[in-house]
Each structure stands twice: as structure tokens, then as C-alpha cells.
């Protein structure tokens, strides 16, 4: 799976090489072995996950559904939730190229804080959605998506940007392995749901609630600027 993820990246590598860039052998040592670097990594993340890291989640939502506590699973939900995103290589990517591209005036700490708040969110509205039958899928995404589009009218476009691209990020390997496999483990363990139902979902949740929490990170931004005396425009930050 490793080879036929990133062969494709690397024929088009030394085809662009060999006719546009011409880079010195010092730089394509150096790409060469990055690329090396990800094979292996993405080997042994494969290996793990396969061999026991989505079962752990799993058995840790069976465990945790099924303890007297009605408010222990969303409770759960939201601690693992504002710590799996910490764990998220793209969002580690992501997180630096925004401090980077903006030289600091949006911090890499605030955009990880509101990432962490908004996930600990969805995953904690997941298990409530698990938990009680009536709620639905939509009760949550709907409003959610809705009110990321009404933001959009509101801050600065470069917010905008970062809140759809979160969304992406958030929902990576880390999420989509661990904390889909508790979902499932806590769908089969409450009689009132659904495995094939409410066991799925909660990556949508997690691509949902990046649009609305840096969104209002960027409102923050704006409103501070403006009790400065500072007149943010869009293109300012």
C-alpha cells in the first residue's frame, strides 16, 4: 500500500526533473530521501494500525459505553477528541505553514487551541448522537455547515481559507482509525444504536467543526483589531 501511494509521486518527480527542473544532485539527494523517510514511516503506521491501534479504540468505546455513567462516554469523547488532533500530522503541517506564510501574526498555538476545542466537540456530539436515537446525523452537520458559510460573509478571507483547509486536515489518519474504531466499539455496545448507523459519521463531525471554530478565531482577530483602532481589511493579514 506504501509502494503504490507514493510511486506515483515519485514518476512524476523524476519526469519533471528530467524536463522542467534540473535540480542539482545535492537537492534530489536530499528529496530522494525524504521520500525514503515517508515510505518507511507510512509502513510502520500502516503496520500499527492493522495490527492492533484500531482495536484498542474499539475495546476502548465497548468499555467506556458500557459503564453505569450516562455522561462518561461523551466526556471521554471530548478529552480523546482535543487530543487526537495534537497527534495529527497534517495538522502539525498545516498549523506551521500558517505561521509561517502570515510571519507570525496568526500564532501556530491559536489555530491548534481552536482546532483541539472544535474536535473535542464533534466527537463529544458524536457519542451524545450514539447515545440518544432521535438525534440525527443532520441535526448536527446542517447548522454547523450553515453557520461556517455565514461566517465566511464576516472574516478576513485568509480565516476563511484555513477554517475549509482545518476541516481537511483534521480528519486525517489519527482520527479516521482511532476515534471512528471507538465510535463503532461505543454503537455496538448501547442497545438503542446502530453499528452500521451511528457507528459511522464522525469524521464528517470532525470535518465540520474546523469552519466554525477557526472562523471565529478570524471574528476574534477582527473585532480586537478594530478596539485597537486598526481597520482590518481582508487582505491585511
Given at each position: 500500500?506504501?509502494?503504490?501511494?507514493?510511486s506515483?509521486?515519485l514518476?512524476?518527480?523524476?519526469?519533471?526533473?528530467?524536463?522542467?527542473?534540473?535540480?542539482?544532485?545535492?537537492?534530489?539527494?536530499r528529496?530522494?530521501?525524504?521520500?525514503?523517510?515517508?515510505?518507511?514511516?507510512?509502513t510502520?503506521f500502516?503496520?500499527?494500525?492493522?495490527?492492533?491501534?484500531?482495536?484498542?479504540g474499539?475495546?476502548?468505546?465497548?468499555?467506556?459505553?458500557s459503564?453505569?455513567?450516562?455522561?462518561l462516554?461523551?466526556?471521554?469523547?471530548?478529552?480523546?477528541?482535543?487530543?487526537?488532533?495534537?497527534?495529527?500530522?497534517?495538522?502539525?503541517?498545516?498549523?506551521v505553514?500558517?505561521?509561517?506564510?502570515?510571519?507570525?501574526h496568526?500564532?501556530?498555538?491559536?489555530?491548534?487551541?481552536?482546532?483541539?476545542?472544535g474536535?473535542?466537540?464533534?466527537?463529544?456530539?458524536?457519542?451524545?448522537?450514539?447515545?440518544?436515537?432521535?438525534?440525527?446525523?443532520?441535526?448536527?452537520l446542517?447548522?454547523?455547515?450553515?453557520?461556517?458559510?455565514?461566517?465566511?460573509?464576516?472574516?478576513?478571507?485568509?480565516?476563511?481559507?484555513?477554517?475549509?483547509?482545518?476541516?481537511?486536515?483534521?480528519?486525517?489518519p489519527?482520527?479516521?482509525?482511532?476515534?471512528?474504531?471507538?465510535?463503532?466499539?461505543?454503537?455496538?455496545?448501547?442497545?438503542?444504536?446502530?453499528?452500521?448507523?451511528?457507528?459511522?459519521?464522525?469524521i464528517?463531525?470532525v470535518?465540520m467543526t474546523?469552519?466554525?471554530?477557526?472562523?471565529?478565531?478570524?471574528?476574534?482577530?477582527?473585532?480586537?483589531?478594530?478596539?485597537?483602532?486598526?481597520?482590518?481589511?481582508?487582505?491585511?493579514?
Open positions: 500500500e506504501s509502494t503504490i501511494t507514493l506515483p509521486l514518476i512524476l518527480f523524476i519526469i519533471f526533473n528530467k524536463t522542467k527542473f534540473h535540480l542539482s544532485k545535492k537537492r534530489k539527494n528529496i530522494y530521501k525524504g521520500l525514503l523517510y515517508t515510505y518507511i514511516g507510512l510502520l500502516l503496520v500499527g494500525v492493522n495490527a492492533g491501534f484500531m482495536e484498542v474499539r475495546i476502548m468505546g465497548k468499555g467506556v459505553a459503564h453505569e455513567s450516562i455522561w462516554l461523551p466526556t471521554v469523547g471530548f478529552l480523546l477528541g482535543m487530543v487526537v488532533v495534537l497527534a495529527e500530522p497534517a495538522v502539525y503541517v498545516l498549523t505553514q500558517v505561521e509561517d506564510v502570515t510571519t507570525g496568526i500564532r501556530r498555538r491559536i489555530i491548534l487551541i481552536a482546532l483541539s476545542i474536535i473535542a466537540f464533534a466527537v463529544s456530539m458524536s457519542m451524545l448522537r450514539i447515545m440518544i436515537p432521535g438525534l440525527k446525523l443532520w441535526h448536527f446542517l447548522p454547523g455547515f450553515a453557520t461556517g458559510a455565514v461566517l465566511s460573509h464576516f472574516v478576513p478571507p485568509i480565516f476563511v481559507g484555513i477554517a475549509y483547509d482545518a476541516g481537511g486536515v483534521a480528519s486525517g489519527m482520527t479516521a482509525t482511532f476515534i471512528l474504531a471507538f465510535a463503532q466499539g461505543a454503537a455496538g455496545c448501547i442497545p438503542s444504536a446502530n453499528v452500521l448507523v451511528d457507528g459511522f459519521g464522525v464528517a463531525m470535518a474546523p469552519l466554525v471554530a477557526i472562523q471565529i478565531v478570524g471574528l476574534l482577530y477582527k473585532l480586537k483589531a478594530k478596539k485597537g483602532g486598526i481597520d482590518i481589511h481582508e487582505s491585511d493579514i
